[in-house]
């Protein structure tokens, strides 16, 4: 399928009439053909070291994302350094100043982690998933966004409930479609028993396989509920250019998460090794093979690769050029089946939010 949606046509473009849109690949998410990759914006406000760009960079990159047909963006309302909305504020001054037709964007964000006195935990209760979206609105400076997800799921709160609620805004028309985020197996079967699911969002990449060996990618496809999968770089570290910690930024909260350890991340860098090896025989960049790979796994699968700069976003969106044929997706099946990842993806805090129900 290709680009044949409004959302991405060249008429829609107004702005951008010298750089019109490349030929994205696109996947039904939410009712709406969306291009693949999309564009995750979490690192233009958050962990990853954003207060060394500026604001007026931030929004050439958004500009770029565009420009170059990446307009399935991904955001949450905890992303920021200076507390909620600060990524989704961001975002909607971009659209405004940028004067982007708001329709040719699929906007996706997040409620449902809350840090406050000194306690991090999910929470999904029916009035606070309709005060996180009024905030999230608000800040995106828009009536509705294509999709609202359970950033993480609450234990106190059976999911039912959560989604109920969910499905209350979007028949207000201010969500269109409703997604789970970090959610087991079983929570995935309980919500889309209560409503249509529109899409989960996991970790998955050639770095964290997990979806694949606890029922989670298995349930999506049984119940055709797309997969959209998060730090499908690895936080960068598929991409080979952090060879060692100090490739880093001191404050970039990557440091703090086991897998990127002094002890683990050598012991990692096996795999990025491998990558890259196979990449070179492809003529591809290590990320683009790590995109391709997961677009291969099933037609409903959705990379959202993030980047604050504008050369590693081209990179990224000419990764749908990149076809992986079964003898490569064969290779790079054994390399995974030779490697475990070692250390956590997660520190303890957000370890502690993962979903329990099995
Ligand atoms: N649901 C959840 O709980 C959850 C959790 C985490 C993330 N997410 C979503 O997933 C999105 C992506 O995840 P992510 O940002 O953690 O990880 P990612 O996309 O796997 O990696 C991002 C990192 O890769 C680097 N990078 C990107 N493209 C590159 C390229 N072509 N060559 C070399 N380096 C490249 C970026 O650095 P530069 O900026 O320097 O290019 C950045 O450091 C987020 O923005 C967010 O929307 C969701």
């Not at 409004?6 to 994205?24: F, G, K, N, Q, V």
């Not at 770029?64 to 909305?85: F, I, K, M, S």
């Not at 004067?99 to 982690?113: H, N, Q, S, V």
């Amino acid at each position: 399928m290709h680009n044949n949606i409004p959302c991405i046509s060249a008429s829609t473009t107004r702005r951008t009439e010298a750089t019109p849109p490349m030929s994205l690949p696109t996947r039904l998410l939410a009712g709406r053909q969306v291009p693949i990759p999309g564009f995750g914006c979490m690192g233009i406000s958050a962990y990853y070291a954003p207060s060394l760009k500026s604001e007026q960079h931030y929004q050439s990159v958004l500009r770029a994302a565009y420009d170059l047909g990446a307009r399935h963006w991904d955001t949450a309302n905890v992303y920021g350094e200076h507390g909620l909305g600060e990524n989704e504020r961001l975002i909607g001054r971009a659209i405004m100043e940028l004067e982007i037709p708001r329709e040719d964007i699929f906007l996706a964000t997040k409620f449902g982690i809350s840090y406050e006195d000194g306690v991090l935990r999910a929470r999904g209760s029916p009035e606070y998933v309709r005060a996180c979206l009024a905030q999230s609105l608000e800040a995106l400076q828009t009536p509705y966004v294509d999709l609202y997800y359970v950033h993480r799921v609450d234990p106190d709160t059976p999911i039912e409930v959560t989604v109920n609620a969910m499905q209350q805004l979007k028949e207000e028309g201010k969500i269109r479609g409703i997604g789970l985020s970090e959610c087991s197996a079983e929570t995935l079967r309980k919500a889309a028993k209560v409503v249509t699911v529109d899409a989960v969002q996991v970790e998955y990449s050639l770095f964290e396989t997990t979806p694949e060996t606890n029922g989670l990618l298995a349930t999506c496809k049984e119940l055709n509920v797309p997969l959209v999968a998060y730090s499908p770089l690895g936080r960068g570290f598929l991409s080979g250019r952090f060879r060692t910690r100090a490739d880093l930024p001191s404050i970039d909260s990557r440091l703090g998460l086991p897998r990127f350890s002094e002890e683990n991340f050598p012991k990692n860098l096996v795999l990025v090794d491998h990558v890259n090896r196979l990449a070179q025989k492809k003529g591809c960049t290590a990320g683009q093979l790590a995109l391709a790979w997961i677009h291969a796994q099933w037609e409903r699968t959705i990379a959202i690769p993030g980047t604050t700069r504008v050369e590693a976003l081209k990179e990224n969106v000419e990764s749908g050029k990149v076809v992986l044929s079964p003898e490569e997706l064969t290779e790079i099946r054994e390399v995974l089946d030779s490697f475990k990842p070692v250390g956590n993806r997660y520190d303890e805090w957000m370890t502690a939010l993962e979903d329990q129900s099995a």
